[in-house]
């Protein structure tokens, strides 16, 4: 069975701080791998896009990718109160005609 | 993505009664979702649009179908609504990058 896994958290991070979250897949065969962000009632926006091994940084955010070892994680470089919400991550299957398969979250906490 | 609009925002209805849920886009997306999101389950995809009149059934359709009469729209319809079904439905569109954008979320309350 295909899975996106993630820690569920709480994970809290002091403000200014780097918060890392991680994310790991099981189908060798996925080749897009996002990163969205969920705030309490909201709907969940994508924040990171990462297609090719190696890291991809967008301001504050930075994406790592190794398909080797089915891992991909998020980094926040000085992270802020307004960070706090849940991170989902999303892998496309390969057979699954644009399906993506998502990970439940990591929820973040940034304290003050 | 405020390309993509869901109605109504919220619904309470009563077991038994039919819904539809309806999703609105302006950015031409070729593929279309509905998701369900509950606590402990993160997001389920119900179903599926490809195109016009091209549907697929997700992980969780038992008890629903949908419709895409044309690119813009995308109905979810629960034909007998049973308390099971409360839950925030999403709708997401994507133009075929594997990016997908969302909209708002429908809150459905089933009594």
């Known amino acids: 069975q295909k899975e996106v896994e993630q820690n569920s958290g709480p994970l809290s991070v002091p403000e200014g701080a780097i918060a890392s979250l991680n994310c790991t897949y099981s189908?060798?065969?996925?080749?897009?791998f996002f990163w969205y962000r969920q705030y309490s009632g909201k709907s969940p926006e994508l924040i990171m896009s990462i297609y090719s091994n190696g890291d991809k940084e967008d301001g504050r955010f930075t994406a790592q990718l190794n398909k080797a070892s089915q891992y991909v994680s998020l980094l926040i470089r000085d992270s802020q109160p307004s960070d706090s919400a849940t991170y989902l991550c999303?892998?496309?299957?390969?057979?699954?005609?644009?399906?993506?398969?998502w990970g439940a979250g990591t929820k973040l906490i940034i304290k003050p | 993505d405020a390309g993509i609009t869901q109605s109504p925002r919220h619904k309470v209805t009563e077991t038994g009664t039919p819904v539809t849920l309806r999703c609105h886009q302006t950015?031409?997306?070729?593929?279309m979702y509905w998701y369900r999101q509950d606590p402990g389950h993160g997001l389920r995809l119900i179903h599926y649009?490809?195109?016009?009149?091209?549907?697929d059934k997700g992980e969780v359709s038992d008890g629903y179908s949908v419709s895409r009469s044309k690119t813009e729209d995308f109905l979810l319809t629960l034909e007998s609504a049973t308390s099971s079904q409360t839950s925030v439905y999403f709708c997401a569109g994507s133009g075929g990058n594997n990016e997908q954008f969302f909209g708002p979320g429908t809150r459905l309350t089933v009594l």
């Open positions: 189908d060798r065969g996925s080749q897009s």
């Open positions: 950015e031409n997306h070729r593929y």
């Open positions: 649009s490809y195109g016009v009149k091209d549907t």
């Open positions: 999303a892998v496309n299957a390969r057979d699954s005609n644009y399906q993506l398969i």
